[in-house]
């Protein structure tokens, strides 16, 4: 089919259906969405809280747990040993499909009994805090996050050693206040940066070292501001930026400056071709995709490693295929419309499952086939009563269309839908999401006030650890850890004056959005490719109001490497 506009059925701005997205709804045996991509995104991310912890009590084992869910949730929760052991059958709870009722209405009912995970955490060492997350050791508050040590306070960091506050680390070693940093080493406040040692308030460095304010630097060392200095002229300059809390908050903003004049490419990509969308590696073929590697002819994607011919998925990982709006998957086929499916194929409107094949509307089944609202069938039979199901939804105008929005789990605040579409209260609640009221932490508790902080490291003592502070945005209260200090006095760097939460808002601020405008490269050199203006157009993520200097590929590529 051709290329249509359609007005989305939730925000009525128009979208576009492209003829390649109906072929592979045709291919997937599904309709066209009703809804734009963001809002379908939004959907899909409202069934992820990744953050947002609270304390309370296992339903099973009754002891005192960390949890996704508050005390008073209407789920039963269980903790994660509980969850997975024989204690209890997903199947126990079966329900027999009723044709006379709505199929959303049958699937809340086996939600709202079946046990839910209270975190999702597995083989975690002394990281009770964690959530997302697998393989990590002696990490403290790390989201989304795999195979790390000694880590605290992050989202996306894998396999790294020694990170405090990072966003997108991977493979790095003692770093702070690093985003989308990768194989470096004791970097600190650095964006973009890979393969570098030591460097301070840099952007987008390869292969360098000793740098600080320096931007696209290739094989370079000891520079500030990409100019060569003595090892004594470095030093002071370090120890200037380092002398105290003040110093650091207005080097932040030296480099915020810095980096709006610089020279960037139009999207963060690496061995991609004919792919739109932001921070990707060796992607091919596809439009709108986000933090996303080696993915093949995928669109509407983000958060993915390893995908292939799929639309409309979230934390996508261990190369899935062929799937359609899925919001957590490991390694499976042909799944539409669920969340946390791992390793199955064919399972539709299903929520935290495994090991499963041929199955609508379960929940928690670890191994099973043919399976309807957690009951097993025969083949024939299953296939009988998915048609009878299919045929229903048609007729109520949900077939092919995401869970409703009252049935995610968690209130839109919580979740991950939050960060990338930070809507109000009364919006959340027009496009029919909950809202979670009840807040984590505590206010006005604090022991040492706002101003009484201490501007440099150097006199801080373990007193510090028994203080209750105050995160001097948000006013919640937080404390520090032991780890965490002993990094600090390691790396000399000040007490942070925010709670995690801000500290990671402030973070998320400093990337890109995962939208794109059309817009034309801005050089005017000449080079290989033109001579005057480049004509050059691309979709990139990087507003028509901004400040910096946007390349396309061919004229980044000549003057920056
Ligand atoms: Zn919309
Ligand atoms: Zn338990
Ligand atoms: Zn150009
Ligand atoms: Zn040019």
């Known amino acids: ?10 925000c009525k701005n128009n979208f576009e259906i492209r003829s390649e997205d109906f072929a592979f709804y045709e291919q997937a045996k599904t309709v066209p969405p009703l809804d734009c991509p963001d809002c379908r995104m939004m959907r899909r991310l409202v069934f992820r809280n990744e953050r947002t912890l609270y304390k309370r009590q296992c339903d099973l084992c009754k002891k005192d747990i960390i949890s996704l869910y508050t005390k008073d949730s209407k789920y039963t929760v269980y903790c994660s040993d509980c969850w997975w052991s024989d204690n209890w059958d997903p199947k126990g709870f079966a329900q027999d499909y009723n044709p006379n009722k709505k199929f959303f209405e049958q699937y809340e009912e086996l939600q709202r009994k079946v046990p839910r995970l209270a975190l999702m955490a597995i083989n975690s060492v002394r990281s009770e805090y964690t959530n997302g997350a697998a393989d990590n050791k002696d ?14 306070y992050g989202r996306l960091m894998q396999r790294s050693k020694g990170c405090v506050d990072c966003a997108f680390i991977y493979d790095s070693e003692s770093c702070y206040e690093c985003i989308d940093t990768h194989e470096c080493f004791k970097c600190l406040y650095c964006e973009q940066c890979q393969s570098s040692t030591d460097l301070i308030f840099c952007y987008n460095m390869r292969n360098s070292n000793n740098c600080i304010f320096c931007t696209n630097g290739r094989n370079i060392s000891n520079s500030i501001l990409n100019v060569k200095y003595t090892k004594e002229e470095f ?7 380092f002398s105290n809390y003040e110093s650091i908050e207005q080097a932040k ?3 915020a400056e810095l980096k709006s004049k610089t020279i960037v490419k139009y999207a963060s990509q690496a ?19 986000f933090d996303t590697s080696d993915a093949k002819n995928c669109s509407y994607m983000a958060d993915a490693d390893g995908p292939i011919d799929s ?7 261990y190369k899935p295929e062929l799937c359609y709006n899925m919001m957590g998957v490991l390694q499976s086929s042909k799944c539409k419309n669920g969340a946390f499916v791992f390793y199955s194929n064919e399972v539709e409107y299903s929520e935290n499952c495994h090991n499963l094949s041929s199955a609508v509307g379960c929940n928690a089944i670890r191994k099973g086939e043919y399976m309807i609202l957690n009951k097993e069938y025969s083949k024939e039979e299953f296939y009988k009563i998915k048609a009878q199901i299919d045929e229903q939804m048609k007729k109520d105008g949900t077939y092919g269309q995401f869970f409703p929005s009252k049935l995610a789990p968690f209130g839109f605040n919580e979740s991950l839908a939050y960060d990338y579409y930070p809507i ?8 029919g999401f909950k809202w979670q009221n009840q807040v984590t932490g505590t206010y006005g508790k604090e022991t040492l006030k706002e101003g009484d902080l201490p501007k440099t490291i150097s006199g801080v003592t373990e007193d510090i650890l028994k203080e209750i502070l105050v995160c001097t945005e948000c006013k919640k209260n937080f404390r520090i850890t032991k780890a965490e200090l002993d990094f600090y006095k390691r790396m000399n760097i000040p007490l942070p004056h925010k709670d995690f939460e801000c500290r990671h808002q402030d973070r998320m601020k400093k990337r890109n959005p995962r939208k794109l405008w059309h817009r034309q490269c801005m050089c ?3 080079h290989v490719n033109h001579t005057g203006k480049c004509s050059n157009e691309f979709e990139t993520s990087y507003a028509p109001d901004r400040k910096e200097i946007v390349y396309c590929e061919q004229c980044y590529q000549q003057e920056v490497s």
């Open 311 to 317: 639309m409309d998925c979230n934390n996508y990982y």
């Open 424 to 431: 109000t209260e009364k919006e959340a609640e027009k496009r």
């Open 235 to 241: 030093e002071k300059k370090k120890e200037e930026i």
């Open 524 to 526: 005017e050199k000449n």
């Open 253 to 255: 903003k030296e480099f």
């Open 271 to 289: 061995k991609c071709h004919n792919v739109t969308g932001d921070y990707l590696f060796n992607c091919y073929d596809g439009v709108r995709v």
């Open 139 to 152: 990490c403290y508050l790390i989201f989304a996050s795999d195979a790390n040590q000694d880590c605290s």
């Open 1 to 10: 089919m051709e290329q249509e506009t359609k007005q989305c059925l939730t």
